[in-house]
């Protein structure tokens, strides 16, 4: 059985989808569409790719892993110190 707080992030998530479902469905056409210029469509993808959750939270966690592989600071083999 599932503990109730991952019950409740999973109704969270399914209202979130379901709010911006249109949104998605609109900027997925928009890049889908070979009439238009390819900047639009590029911007369609930028912006379908930033609202997504999911992406938010890798980029974070990528920040603060990054930290420790800066170029120059002697760490670009993976050895952290």
Known sequence: MAKKSSIE????????AK???PKRARLKTIANDESLSMEERFMAR???SEQSPRRR???H???ANAVHFLPGCGH???VRP
């Open 9 to 16: 992030k999973n109704k969270r998530r399914e209202k979130l």
């Open 76 to 78: 670009e083999k993976g």
């Open 57 to 59: 939270q890798e980029r």
């Open 46 to 48: 930028l912006k379908l």
């Open 19 to 21: 709010k911006f479902a």
């Open 61 to 63: 966690q990528g920040f």
